[in-house]
């Protein structure tokens, strides 16, 4: 059981360049989220969905884009990278409505020179 | 959104020691979470605690909903024991700046 898997790990990007990271989950739940964490905070929610085909942004939403055509992934878009988005990203997953146990994954570390 | 505030932000101990750290938050929640950012950055589930008492070896948590707080106890600290420890409240779970945890041999 992989739980929440997140691809890349690591990646670099040039300012203006596109990427998508993919999360995939296989506990079969209905919300996924997408958060960032940046050097000495908590995480920040940037979208999440609570079900295939639902999107809704969060608390930091500017400059990215979400899509949840299956239920067992959440890919989250960058279509034109920019110095400020470098940041460790998580994705993470609960049951039902949101008011259960969330798991995370392992993080994909984002560098935009 | 809700405001969570954790204490201490910093905490080092001498292996062996007892602590507790606190989790305060702004608003009525059904959910808190609290988690351990090891060192690798992987960020561990420890407790699902939206109310009352739970424990899990060293490690135990209680939440006073009423009261809009948590704490989380760590006795006998042991080196792994440190990190990050991040609590999270709410339906998208609002994170807390966290309190670093630093186990000293």
């Known amino acids: 059981n992989a739980g929440v898997t997140q691809t890349p790990k690591f990646r670099v990007l040039k300012t203006g360049q596109s990427m998508t990271l993919l999360c995939a989950q296989d506990m079969n739940h209905e919300y996924m989220y997408w958060y960032r964490q940046d050097p000495g905070m908590g995480l920040r929610l940037i979208h999440y969905s609570v079900g295939e085909g639902t999107t809704a942004k969060g608390e930091v939403p500017d400059g990215y884009n979400v899509s949840r055509l299956k239920k067992q992934n959440f890919l989250l878009g960058l279509e034109s990278a920019a110095p400020s988005q470098t940041s460790v990203y998580f994705c993470?997953?609960?049951?039902?409505?949101?008011?259960?146990?969330?798991?995370f994954g392992q993080g994909t570390r984002l560098t935009v020179v | 959104g809700i405001q969570v505030e954790q204490s201490p932000p910093d905490l080092i101990l001498q292996e062996g020691a007892n602590s507790t750290l606190r989790c305060n938050f702004s608003d009525s929640v059904n959910n808190l979470q609290w988690f351990h950012q090891n060192p690798w950055g992987q960020l561990i589930n420890l407790f699902y605690i939206p109310s009352g008492t739970k424990q899990n070896g060293r490690l135990s948590a209680t939440t006073v909903a009423t009261e809009r707080y948590s704490l989380l106890y760590i006795s006998s600290s042991q080196t792994t024991d440190s990190g990050v420890y991040f609590c999270a409240v709410g339906g998208n779970l609002f994170f807390g700046t966290g309190t670093r945890l630093t186990v000293i041999p």
């Open positions: 993470a997953s609960s049951y039902a409505d949101g008011y259960t146990e969330a798991f």
